[in-house]
């Protein structure tokens, strides 16, 4: 058991990954029998666990890496797709727009760009751990949702995303 969550833990840490992967191998590794609401608990405290760490490695580190060339270089490029990707949300909707943006399950969202878009918009480390928390409790729920209601989740989801009628008229 311990095994996996070690696992568990190490996924929800890598970036792009988060609870996108912690979540699914939670569920579907071969041994594992922890109960899905222990799964869950377990990656989102992780992923939560995981801001703060993230907040100081962005505030306190970063400027020593920009100091290297090519390093500086994907910093720049990642500073614009996030402002980019952030800025409407959080226009709208403050610390609850950033809580949306990290809690989207998609590739590009999640904790670690969240804090990248809190740093660059001159969020205050408060707000950002308030937005890390609502979000990181939406992207629990959602993958969770999918991993519990499998195919099930589907047309609900994509009636949700695409914002069209359900294919079942509900």
């Keep these: 058991m311990w095994q996996h969550v070690a696992w568990m833990v190490l996924l929800t840490f890598l970036p792009t990954?988060?609870?996108?992967?912690?979540i699914p191998y939670g569920f579907l590794a071969p041994g594992n029998e922890m109960h899905p609401a222990a799964i869950a608990a377990l990656c989102i405290a992780a992923n939560y666990a995981l801001a703060p760490l993230v907040?100081?490695?962005?505030?306190?580190?970063?400027?020593?890496?920009?100091?290297?060339?090519?390093i500086k270089k994907i910093y720049d490029w990642l500073v614009k797709r996030t402002q980019r990707r952030v800025e409407p949300y959080?226009?709208?909707?403050?610390?609850?727009?950033?809580?949306?943006f990290i809690g989207v399950p998609l590739p590009?969202?999640?904790?670690?760009?969240g804090c990248l878009g809190a740093y660059?918009?001159?969020?205050?480390?408060r707000e950002y751990m308030i937005a890390s928390g609502l979000g990181v409790l939406i992207a629990g729920g959602a993958v969770t949702a999918?991993?519990?209601?499998?195919?099930?989740?589907?047309?609900?989801?994509?009636?949700?995303?695409?914002?069209?009628?359900?294919?079942?008229?509900?």
């Design 55 to 70: 907040w100081l490695f962005v505030h306190h580190v970063m400027g020593i890496f920009l100091k290297v060339g090519f």
């Design 108 to 113: 590009g969202s999640g904790v670690y760009s």
């Design 146 to 170: 999918v991993m519990v209601l499998g195919e099930e989740a589907m047309p609900w989801l994509y009636h949700l995303v695409a914002k069209t009628p359900h294919p079942e008229g509900g």
């Design 90 to 100: 959080v226009e709208k909707y403050g610390t609850l727009g950033l809580a949306l």
């Design 120 to 125: 660059l918009l001159g969020f205050r480390f």
């Design 17 to 22: 990954l988060e609870l996108r992967a912690s």
